[in-house]
C-alpha cells in the first residue's frame, strides 16, 4: 500500500530557512499536499502541488517535487515563532483510495 | 454550516462501553473521511464516504469499529465493546467531490478526543 515518510523534527532559528522532507511511495499520486497542525487546532491546508509539477511557490513557501524520486519538500522562508507546529506530507491519487494518506508529521521549533 | 462540525469535542469513557462519534460535514460536500491521530503519531486512515457509499472501508482497525453516513450529510463513527487502545483524536474531514481531481479540498474538524479509562 502507500507509504510517506518525513522526519520527525527539526529545529531552526528565527529568520533562517526551514525545509521539511518528505518520501512517498506511491507512484500514481496525483496530488501532493502540505498541512500545518497547531497545538490544540484542526488541521489546516497550506499548499499542494499537482504531480506533473515540479515546484510552486506561494509566499514565504516554496514546495518542490521530485517525482523520479518520489521526493517532496516544503520550504519556508524567513522562518518566524508563529511557524511552530507539526507539518504534516500527504498524497492521494485519482485511483484507488480517493482519500489522503499522511506522513507522520514534522515537529517545527523555530527558536527566537 | 460554515465548517466541518465533530461532536463531542471530548469524550471519557470505560473500557467494554459503547461510543458514537458524530460528524457534521460542510454542507454540499459530498466525500466524507474519518481518520484517528494517536498521541504523538501521523493520521491513521480509517474510512471515507461517496455520499451515503463507502467504497473503501479498508483502514478500520477491527469489527468493533463501523461507520455510517445518512442522507448524504451528517456520519455518525461507532466504537463497540472499547479497549485502552482506541485513545485517540478522530478526525472527520469533507470536500466537494473525492480527491484527486483539480482544485478540491479537504477541510478538517478539530476532532473527538476519546479517552477509554
Known amino acids: 500500500g502507500e507509504d510517506v515518510e518525513q522526519s520527525l523534527f527539526l529545529s531552526v532559528r528565527e529568520g533562517d530557512s526551514s525545509v521539511i522532507n518528505c518520501t512517498y511511495t506511491d507512484s500514481s499520486s496525483t496530488y501532493l499536499y502540505w498541512y500545518k497542525q497547531e497545538p490544540g487546532a484542526g488541521l489546516q491546508l497550506l499548499t499542494y502541488i499537482f504531480s506533473n509539477m515540479d515546484m510552486k511557490q506561494d509566499q514565504r513557501l516554496t514546495v518542490l517535487l521530485n517525482k523520479k524520486d518520489k521526493h517532496l519538500s516544503l520550504r519556508i522562508a524567513d522562518t518566524q515563532t508563529g511557524d511552530s507546529a507539526i507539518y504534516f506530507c500527504a498524497e492521494t491519487s485519482n485511483t484507488g483510495r480517493r482519500a489522503l494518506t499522511f506522513g507522520s508529521g514534522t515537529r517545527l521549533q523555530v527558536q527566537p | 454550516g460554515a465548517g466541518v462540525s465533530q461532536s463531542p469535542s471530548n469524550k471519557v469513557t470505560e473500557k467494554g462501553k459503547d461510543v458514537e462519534l458524530r460528524c457534521d460535514p460542510i454542507?454540499?460536500?459530498?466525500?466524507l473521511y474519518w481518520y484517528r491521530q494517536s498521541l504523538g503519531q501521523g493520521l491513521e486512515f480509517l474510512i471515507y464516504?461517496?455520499?451515503?457509499?463507502?467504497?473503501?472501508k479498508s483502514g478500520l482497525p477491527s469489527d468493533r469499529f463501523s461507520a455510517e453516513r445518512t442522507g448524504g450529510s451528517v456520519s455518525t463513527l461507532t466504537i463497540q465493546r472499547t479497549q485502552q487502545e482506541d485513545s485517540a483524536v478522530y478526525l472527520c474531514?469533507?470536500?466537494?467531490?473525492?480527491?484527486?481531481?483539480?482544485?478540491?479540498?479537504?477541510?478538517f474538524g478539530q476532532g473527538t478526543r476519546l479517552t477509554v479509562v
Open positions: 474531514a469533507s470536500s466537494f467531490s473525492v480527491l484527486g481531481v483539480a482544485n478540491t479540498e479537504a477541510f
Open positions: 454542507s454540499g460536500h459530498t466525500a
Open positions: 464516504f461517496q455520499g451515503n457509499s463507502a467504497p473503501d
